[in-house]
């Protein structure tokens, strides 16, 4: 008897119209409330959430930096997510002012992402999924660790104009994880902008390329222009969000 | 000679009729275009109508900035925007709000005023030493332009590195980010400035004929000048500051009210210059809107999009009617 | 009344323009300024107007006991005292012939000038619609002139005003502006066309190099003895006109 009580008040509470407003919130959330649910659930999402293949059938409310404030308010969600990393602090006070409810997340950190997938999940109402995803986020990283030597490794998001990873990025803590150091960790940003001499200058030992390389030729003009010849292409959708994608991704990672 | 007055006279009834008109389909297009009938009360007052009366606010206070530039540098090709004023505003908004120093004028930025000041100062001692010429003058303004725009992206880049959507907003104008109370304040602002320049149409007709004339009809160069610097300076910073920098309006509408006027005389053009500056940005802004919905258009671009043009044309009419005005 | 007291006008680096020179000229005077290019004719004219940006004058000017130097007078003030037009005119905006004479009347509002009737008499009527910048620049030059009567100020300064006008008009408009001086206003102008001064003035002044090396009365003044000093390679003959024995050169 008690057990059905308190069984129906959790449900009866559950979120029914969900719109997150970053691609990284969008892949947690249904990770944490399953697919099905979530299919049912996810009402509205930024641009450029596609993952799972699904989600790029839920209407979208804009690029995250600037959100369409109109388009979240006409799906009449019930609970809005946003994540003070990647959206506008004036657009989430403004959704709040028009009596939304805004659930704004912290910025994630790869190291301590078990503690940001139990603040999604308590706002879900989702507290038992989210742990088990927290337990199995530590665990992938126990796993991930480096049973490897240290590399010195330069990450190459875009190339024309030349943008890196800085320290304040996931990349920089996920790959530092796998035993790469960062040649630009030390640059207080999450993708700053560097010199082609300053990569040359560091002498990086291996090169991970997260852009679309169309062939063979391109893949040699890469490494002739690092001189080097440890090149990695990497999908750069897989490792722009930090998720379960992400950490699927670096297990391949040689 | 009475016809003549009589036919200007009704000339005026009708463009005030039609100036009405379109303010009021402006009006209802920014406030209805796209509009989502479920929620339709709420974001009408929540979100289009801050947006309506900043529109206003910072259109009427850039074709005003730009008509009284054009006339105090005698040169028709002037404005907030071409002359790199906009720029320094949204340089020195940047710098001041970077190092924390806040005070400002319902929660826009002074330092925009500044930044802004600066850059007429420059221009005037500039101008003044060496007698350009119009298109030198225009070219001078383009430089100071790129240069303060440059110096913001670099501010930006060192002391604001997260911040793309800054430098969106700065170099490409957003007028979602104020709020009702601000619009409202910087509406009367507007208002107060053009009354002001309104009562003063006579001392800014003086300039009509080049700055060696000026005196001959009896008003102070230099004191007019400076006036109009300062007041300019202010409304130009506290438009950029609440809205980014917004282009070409300040070219745009005071070419075409004169045009249609056929005058230039400050009396006659001042309240159309003022409405229909109002008018342009709210249906750019109501453009830039809806055209691509969901994704916002930046306002700047959509207003750019329509007067570069409109100032490549102007640029090479002048020149080729040989116009040498310094 | 003109008061000229030890006026010496230099630029800023030093250079001087007009030597230190002193003169007074009474009311309902004409006076023509002549002399070659370069002789300080417009810096002399300018500075009379009270234009004085980036020259260093020193001296005083009084014009119908308005100090025009000291800046605690009102330009509005001085707008009234005199007036400087020079020969080329332009603007980049649509004004109409119209409305610059408005613009006039409204900067002296005591002028006791009928816009219309000084657009009559300067034969501008059918000019007055017409956007000034579309006008030739003798229609301009007279237009210029037109709007000088109408504003009214004590003294004219006539910077090479009439230098494209034609022969017919020119003639037409000098009667028109000696009316003008009856009623007690002065006119100075300076001309490259010596004969169009010779109909016109009273006093006549010549400029050499910065100083005025002669002047008083026209009769005395226009002698082949002083054109040898201003153009010591010219011949420049001096005679009288037969229709009305005024003096005229030929070279």
């Known amino acids: 008897m008690l057990g059905i009580i308190a069984f129906i008040p959790s449900q009866a509470f559950a979120w029914n119209r969900i719109v997150t407003l970053n691609p990284m919130v969008s892949e947690w959330v249904a990770e944490i409330i399953g697919n099905e649910q979530a299919k049912k659930k996810l009402v509205g999402a930024s641009e450029y959430s596609n993952y799972p293949e699904w989600v790029n059938q839920v209407p979208t409310v804009g690029p995250y930096p600037q959100i369409q404030i109109e388009k979240v308010l006409s799906l009449h969600p019930d609970l809005v997510i946003a994540s003070i990393e990647y959206n506008r602090p004036d657009q989430i006070e403004k959704l709040k002012q028009l009596k939304l409810n805004v659930i704004t997340l912290p910025k994630e950190s790869f190291l301590e992402m078990d503690k940001w997938i139990l603040e999604l999940g308590k706002f879900l109402k989702e507290d038992q999924a989210a742990s088990v995803l927290a337990e199995d986020w530590n665990k992938s990283l126990r796993e991930l660790k480096a049973i490897r030597n240290k590399k010195r490794a330069f990450f190459q998001i875009q190339f024309l104009p030349l943008i890196s990873v800085g320290g304040e990025s996931f990349l920089n803590d996920s790959f530092k994880l796998l035993g790469f150091e960062n040649i630009f960790e030390k640059i207080p940003q999450a993708y700053p902008k560097v010199s082609r001499e300053a990569v040359l200058e560091k002498n990086p030992e291996k090169v991970f390329v997260f852009e679309m390389v169309k062939d063979h030729e391109d893949l040699e003009k890469i490494k002739l222009a690092w001189k080097k010849s440890d090149v990695q292409v990497l999908s750069g959708d897989d490792f722009s969000r930090c998720s379960r994608r992400l950490l699927r991704a670096l297990k391949g990672i040689k | 000679m009475f016809e003549e007055i009589a036919k200007g006279a009704e000339r005026d009834q009708v463009t005030k009729k039609i100036t009405l008109f379109v303010l009021i389909v402006a009006i209802l297009l920014e406030l209805f275009l796209r509009i989502d009938s479920s929620n339709m009360m709420l974001v009408i007052t929540e979100l289009r109508l801050p947006r309506l009366v900043l529109a206003f606010a910072v259109g009427s206070a850039l074709a005003l900035s730009g008509l009284v530039m054009q006339t105090v540098l005698n040169n028709p090709l002037a404005e907030p925007y071409t002359l790199g004023v906009a720029s320094g505003a949204a340089l020195g908004a940047a710098i001041f709000k970077t190092l ?29 030493k060496t007698q350009l010429r119009f298109d030198s003058v225009v070219l001078l303004g383009v430089m100071l332009s790129f240069n303060c725009a440059s110096m913001l992206s670099i501010w930006m880049a060192l002391a604001d590195p997260v911040g793309v959507q800054s430098v969106t907003f700065w170099l490409l104008g957003d007028l979602s980010r104020v709020g009702l109370k601000t619009s409202i304040s910087l509406l009367f602002l507007s208002l107060i400035f053009f009354t002001y320049f309104f009562r003063f149409s006579k001392k800014l007709d003086a300039f009509l004929f080049g700055e060696s004339m000026v005196e001959g009809f009896g008003v102070s160069l230099k004191d007019t000048q400076k006036v109009a610097v300062i007041l300019v300076s202010i409304l130009v910073g506290f438009c950029v500051s609440a809205a980014g920098m917004i282009g070409f309006v300040g070219l745009m509408v005071p070419h075409f009210v004169r045009k249609k006027m056929g005058s230039s005389l400050h009396q006659k053009v001042l309240p159309f210059v003022f409405v229909w500056g109002g008018i342009c940005l709210i249906l750019s802004d109501a453009i830039a809107h809806a055209i691509a919905f969901p994704l916002e258009l930046p306002v700047g671009a959509v207003t750019s999009l329509l007067g570069a043009p409109v100032f490549i044309y102007l640029y090479v009419f002048q020149k080729s009617k040989g116009e040498n005005v310094a | 009344m003109i008061s000229f007291r030890k006026v010496q006008v230099k630029t800023p680096q030093g250079k001087v323009l007009v030597h230190e020179t002193s ?13 070659p290019n370069g002789s300080g004719k417009s810096s002399l004219l300018r500075t009379l107007a009270g234009q004085l940006s980036e020259r260093d004058v020193s001296g005083e000017c009084w014009i119908e006991q308005t100090p025009i130097f000291q800046s605690s007078v009102s330009i509005s003030e001085k707008a009234r005292r005199v007036l400087y037009l020079g020969s080329d005119f332009q603007t980049s905006f649509h004004v109409s012939v119209r409305e610059l004479l408005d613009m006039a009347k409204h900067t002296n509002p005591k002028s006791n000038e009928n816009g219309t009737e000084v657009a009559e008499k300067f034969g501008i009527t059918k000019l007055l619609s017409r956007s000034f910048n579309e006008m030739s620049d003798g229609e301009k030059q007279r237009v210029m002139l037109a709007r000088g009567v109408i504003q009214s100020p004590d003294w004219l300064i006539l910077d090479e005003t009439f230098s494209k006008i034609d022969l017919d008009h020119s003639f037409h408009l000098v009667n028109e502006l000696k009316n003008v001086v009856k009623k007690g206003k002065g006119i100075v102008l300076a001309s490259h066309d010596l004969n169009l001064i010779s109909e016109f003035v009273d006093e006549l002044w010549l400029m050499k190099d910065g100083k005025v090396v002669a002047s008083g009365l026209i009769e005395e003044v226009l002698t082949s003895e002083n054109m040898e000093k201003l153009y010591p390679n010219r011949i420049v003959h001096v005679v009288r006109s037969p229709d009305n024995g005024k003096k005229k050169v030929i070279y």
């Open chain 2, 100 to 128: 924390g120093i806040s005070m400002g004028f319902f929660g826009l930025n002074v330092g925009a005023v500044f930044g802004a000041m600066l850059v007429l100062f420059v221009l005037f001692k500039i101008v003044f």
């Open chain 3, 23 to 35: 003169f007074e000229v009474p009311k309902s005077t004409i006076v023509g300024l002549y002399g």
